[in-house]
């Protein structure tokens, strides 16, 4: 979990990671406002590994609960990967990718990650033009979001099987 969460941060451009340990929803959600955030991506675990993505907002002392969540299904590091990563630099610029159909994953990633989305057949056109791609695709059960050097089209960050968007309901937690 903790490689994961790293390796997230790296490549979520302005994202900065807070562990959770002990501290209430509402004590994290403190620390991100004080820090100038106003959305946390809540990753929780299941028997250890990530379990599931969580979209919160912070707005006029509120603590919103997106009414959506991820189950993540599985994730490969790029410490598994069999290449060679020397070292990532902070990205500064993102865009999520759905390629060949349009995935409701991709909307909420591009809304709640605040970064552009384009929906290509051939990813190959958004190349160079940003650090980061995050690029959705189908796969027979859920979707595979594979984060990809906006460069050389590489792997950059974690690959993740997501189930589709499941929604619950919101919530509404006062801050403080």
Do not use: C, H, W
């Not at 969540?69 to 060679?84: C, N, Q, S, T």
């Not at 993102?94 to 991709?106: M, N, P, R």
């Not at 984060?147 to 960050?157: C, E, K």
């Amino acid at each position: 979990m903790r490689q994961f969460l790293n390796e997230l941060e790296v490549v979520i451009p302005n994202a900065v990671k807070i562990n959770r340990g002990r501290l209430s929803i509402i004590e994290v959600a403190g620390n991100a406002f004080n820090l100038g955030a106003d959305t946390i991506l809540y990753i929780g675990s299941r028997g250890g590994n990530p379990g599931f993505m969580r979209f919160l907002r912070i707005r006029n002392g509120l603590i919103e609960v997106m009414p959506y969540f991820l189950k993540i299904l599985g994730v490969k590091l790029l410490v598994d990967m069999p290449v060679g990563v020397v070292s990532l630099r902070k990205a500064r610029s993102g865009i999520i990718v759905s390629l060949g159909e349009y995935a409701e994953v991709t909307d909420v990633l591009s809304e709640q990650l605040e970064l552009s989305s384009i929906r290509v057949d051939d990813f190959e056109s958004v190349r160079g033009m940003y650090d980061v791609i995050f690029l959705v695709r189908r796969l027979m059960s859920g979707y595979e979001i594979q984060v990809l050097n906006g460069r050389d089209l590489g792997p950059s960050g974690p690959f993740i099987r997501v189930s589709d968007v499941a929604y619950t309901r919101p919530r509404v937690i006062k801050l403080g």
